[in-house]
């Protein structure tokens, strides 16, 4: 999303003149962010590697948001080297403070979990949204979803899925891929 980018560029501006060590911290993030953006969409990247590119996406919106994005994180419990697609939890993120956090004046929670149900792997990204016919409240193209769904179908078949549901004022977005010994990435 290009207002992402120049949100950043803005935000690193900022900061490199009252705050430079932070404008060098958001520049290597926005950095790991392209390097991930720009690989091979055919290996394969771990649930660590993907949380820790969510966190690193979430301190640069936070630079710009403050108080107003407070984040969520239940992952503790979960396997970190389940191998998963490149960039599949982070635009799940985005869109949560894209759609949900940015419209709101006083901002709000992600929250970011999962569990191991058995065989497979729950990720679930949810967020709160304006009210319905709020001016500010933003609908999107689901572009992010679709191609998350595709490559989820590509790597693991029809037992990955990505659901999406809402409420009056939430948002939710669960992955479940498959999950064994064997669906590590060492």
């Not at 490199?16 to 932070?22: D, G, I, M, Y």
């Not at 407070?70 to 080297?81: E, F, G, H, I, K």
């Not at 949810?126 to 319905?132: Q, T, Y």
């Not at 679709?146 to 409420?167: C, H, M, Y």
Request: hydrophobic share 35%; net charge negative.
């Amino acid at each position: 999303r290009p207002h992402f980018l120049f949100n950043c560029m803005n935000t690193i501006a900022s900061l490199t003149r009252f705050a430079p060590q932070l404008a060098e911290e958001a520049i290597e993030d926005l950095s790991d962010l392209f390097r991930v953006s720009l690989m091979d969409t055919n290996r394969f990247s771990t649930l660590g590697q993907e949380l820790d590119l969510c966190r690193r996406y979430l301190r640069i919106e936070a630079h710009r948001l403050g108080k107003r994005l407070q984040v969520n994180w239940d992952t503790d419990s979960l396997p970190l080297n389940a191998r998963m697609p490149p960039l599949t939890l982070q635009p799940l993120v985005e869109n949560a403070l894209y759609h949900g956090i940015e419209p709101l004046p006083e901002g709000g929670t992600i929250h970011v979990g999962g569990k191991l149900e058995g065989t497979h792997l729950l990720i679930c990204i949810d967020n709160p949204l304006a009210p319905a016919g709020n001016s500010d409240r933003r609908n999107g193209n689901q572009l992010a979803q679709d191609n998350i769904r595709q490559r989820l179908l590509a790597s693991f078949g029809p037992s990955a899925k990505l659901e999406v549901r809402t409420t009056r004022d939430h948002y939710y977005a669960e992955i479940t891929i498959p999950y064994h010994a064997e669906n590590t990435h060492r």
